[in-house]
Structures are given as C-alpha cells and as structure tokens.
C-alpha cells in the first residue's frame, strides 16, 4: 500500500497494547513504515540487516542504541546502520516512521 500523498498524523492510531505498524512506502530500495506504540511497550534489543533512521513523530520514549539511551521526542532523528544493536520502550503512546533502505 502506498500512502505517500497522505498525511501522516491522520494514519496515527494507538492500539490499547503492543504495536500497529503501517507501510507508507515500499520499493526496491526503500521501505517506510509508520509504527504507532501503545504507553509501557517495549521492543527487546534486536538488528536490522538494513541501514536506516527513525524519525519520532509524536509521545515520548527510550531508544537504546549500543547501549547509548536516546529520548525519543518529537523532531528527534535517530541514524541506524546495519547490524547496530537496539531496542525501545514507549513511556507515552509514541509514533515513528522507520525508514530501511537497501
């Protein structure tokens, strides 16, 4: 599904738990996925063979990059490169878009 010409915040929704993920974009070479975090959710640390960046549209959170803690944050862009360990956890319900490119 291709939502590119949508506005993004009218596709934020929060589950009452867990995580809703929803493809904006996929090719080749890119793929775009809006994620929206219900409060208290975690992702256990995991790799991406992929390089990307997430980019937090609205909520609050921890991202833990190589053991670094990065708050999440409106605005607030984070650069993933391949393999680099990470994980989260949403202190707010919290919205990203993740972006993989191969």
Do not use: W
């Not at 993004?8 to 993920?21: A, D, F, Q, V």
């Not at 640390?45 to 959170?61: A, M, Q, R």
């Not at 833990?64 to 944050?73: A, D, F, P, S, V």
């Amino acid at each position: 599904m291709n939502k590119s010409n949508q506005n993004l915040r009218n596709l934020i929704e929060y589950p009452k738990s867990g995580i809703l993920s929803k493809e904006i974009i996929r090719t080749d070479k890119l793929n775009i996925t809006l994620f929206c975090m219900a409060k208290g959710t975690e992702l256990t640390e995991h790799t991406s063979t992929k390089e990307g960046t997430v980019f937090v549209l609205e909520g609050k959170g921890i991202f833990t990059l190589k053991k670094e803690k990065i708050q999440m944050l409106p605005n607030v862009l984070i650069h993933l490169k391949k393999n680099s360990p990470h994980s989260l956890k949403a202190e707010e319900n919290t919205s990203f878009l993740l972006s993989l490119v191969n």
